[in-house]
């Protein structure tokens, strides 16, 4: 079978770095040579033999055992994890064993081993849903299903359309180099800032600032990350704008590294008209959404700017207008809590332009649009653990 994963064929390319990491063909720069082979460049100019470029080095024996032995592990991981799976549903969800946290971190700990670590940080985020509801038997099945479902597609990347073999590469834990998404085509908008939201990983603070291009309406996703003491971007304000060059990931994944910045954030009230423009239905932003998890159906979060109010669902609060309603996740912090509170006095129970986080469990709010400013309640990272708040 010819192999027409793009993205692990670069990955197993590019075990000739020192990372190990997935890389892209082409030069330093990304792109095609510039001769022929001939001396005469594309342009038809002729360079001397002083000139041209070094011939290419012969493959590191090496550097290939050590690509193969990679994606040897990758795919032993991945079938170590499809048989736990399997023992999970044979056992039942009723095993008390999967109470116990260490049940699931040995799992992930193995899967870091094999280089998946993306699955391994899901693994964790598992184990935390375990009698976290009344209905965390349903929680937890749909997510084994998803495992199964990355496992499975991990192990058959080389058989899956470009695109989703992409983003099941990336998925599953292949890494890219941030050089080489940022030799790609930029994706140049201003940006809305219009949200973000701060979440712990294992032993590493990670945020997320969700971007709306303001001409395409295309969300995109930057990450920081802090271990112990360390900082989180503060760069990009809540609630500003930002012209800048946007590099996408792989696969048609929202995250994205950002480029070059032609100004400044700017923060007025032109910027807070365009948020409301950008505003829906609660029907259209489940639409919005559906689409988007049609598109890869492992996504856990996913933005949306909905026109809303705050109502109560029994117990729960969750954001509802004439077409339908979205549950509010309860993440059960004081941070949490403050938010709602937030929402409730900003909107005296009306009406208003919010950007929220969509998860499989309910939405959680990150921002207030406002006619004049945005008022940020997103997630906030422990400030004892990292040094920017």
């Known amino acids: 079978m010819q192999r027409r994963g793009a993205a692990l064929s670069r990955a197993a390319a590019a075990a000739d770095n020192e990372a190990g990491e997935l890389s892209g063909g082409g030069n330093a720069t990304g792109k095609p040579d510039a001769t022929d082979g001939s001396g005469a460049t594309l342009d038809g100019a002729v360079i001397g033999d002083e000139q041209r470029a070094p011939p290419t080095p012969p493959p590191d024996p090496d550097r290939n055992t050590a690509r193969d032995d990679r994606v040897a592990r990758m795919h032993a991981g991945l079938a ?84 989703l073999a992409d983003a099941v590469a990336t998925t599953v834990g292949w890494q890219v180099r941030q050089a080489d998404v940022l030799a790609g085509v930029p994706d140049t908008d201003e940006w809305l800032i219009a949200g973000r939201s701060d979440v712990r990983e294992d032993r590493i603070e990670v945020r997320r600032h969700w971007l709306r291009g303001v001409n395409s309406g295309r969300w995109a996703l930057a990450l920081s990350f802090a271990a112990y003491q360390q900082s989180l971007d503060t760069s990009l ?60 159906p492992w996504l856990d979060r996913v933005p949306v700017t909905v026109h809303a109010r705050l109502a109560r669902a029994g117990q729960a609060w969750a954001l509802a207008d004439s077409t339908g309603s979205m549950p509010i996740l309860d993440l059960g912090t004081r941070a949490f809590d403050a938010g709602v509170a937030m929402l409730l006095a900003v909107s005296g129970g009306k009406p208003v332009d919010l950007t929220v986080e969509w998860t499989p469990h309910g939405v959680v709010p990150l921002s207030i649009h406002l006619p004049d400013r945005t008022v940020d309640i997103g997630p906030r990272a422990n400030t004892s653990f990292v040094s920017a708040a």
Do not use: K
């Open 80 to 163: 170590e994890l499809d048989r736990w799976l399997d023992d999970r549903i044979r056992t039942g969800l009723a095993d008390p064993s999967l109470a116990r946290y260490a049940t699931w971190d040995q799992l992930a700990a193995r899967l870091v081993d094999a280089q998946a670590g993306s699955l391994a940080n899901r693994v964790r985020r598992l184990a935390g849903l375990v009698g976290a509801s009344p209905d965390w038997h349903d929680d937890v099945l749909a997510e084994l299903g998803m495992l199964h479902l990355l496992a499975q597609a991990g192990r058959r990347i080389g058989a899956l359309p470009d695109s």
């Open 237 to 296: 304000p809540v609630g500003s704008s930002l012209r800048a060059d946007l590099h996408r990931y792989p696969g048609p994944a929202l995250r994205a590294l950002v480029g070059t910045r032609y100004h400044d954030p700017v923060d007025h009230p032109s910027v807070a008209a365009q948020f409301a423009a950008s505003a829906c239905s609660i029907a259209d932003g489940c639409a919005e959404v559906g689409v988007m998890v049609a598109a890869e």
